[in-house]
C-alpha cells in the first residue's frame, strides 16, 4: 500500500523544518506525483525517476527552492528551457497551449 503523501503545500509550509535528504526526497516526489508524473511543459508522461525538477523562475534570476517555484519537466523540456523565460519558451516550442499555461500560472502564483 502506498503511503498517503503530504501534498506540496504541506511541505512549502513545513520547509523550514525541511532538512534532511529523506523529507527532500519525499518533496520533491510529492510535487511530481501532483502533476501526475507529467511534464508540464510538453505534456508527455514519465516515470517519475525520469522526471527533473525544472524552476519556472531559473535560479540565475533568483527563482528559489520553492514549492511554488518547480515543476515536473523531461530532460528535453528542461533542458530545451534553460534559462529562457517559460512562457515564451513554451509558446516558441509548443504553440499556445493554454490549459498548460493556466496549469502551471495556477502552480506558481
Ligand atoms: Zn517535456
Redesign the pocket.
Known amino acids: 500500500m502506498i503511503p498517503l503523501l503530504p501534498s506540496p503545500q504541506h511541505y512549502l509550509q513545513n520547509l523550514i523544518t525541511m532538512t534532511s535528504p529523506d523529507a527532500k526526497r519525499l518533496w520533491k516526489r510529492a510535487i511530481k506525483e501532483h502533476f501526475n508524473c507529467h ?1 508540464v ?2 505534456g ?1 508522461h514519465y516515470e517519475i525517476n525520469q522526471l527533473t525538477l525544472d524552476h519556472v523562475k531559473p535560479k540565475t534570476y533568483g527563482g528559489e527552492d520553492l514549492t511554488s517555484n518547480l515543476v515536473p ?2 530532460q ?2 528542461n533542458q530545451g528551457k534553460g534559462s529562457s523565460n517559460w512562457l515564451q519558451w513554451m509558446r516558441a516550442t509548443f504553440g499556445y497551449r493554454p490549459r498548460r499555461e493556466s496549469m502551471i500560472l495556477t502552480h506558481i502564483s
Open positions: 511534464c511543459y510538453c508527455k519537466a523531461c528535453t523540456c
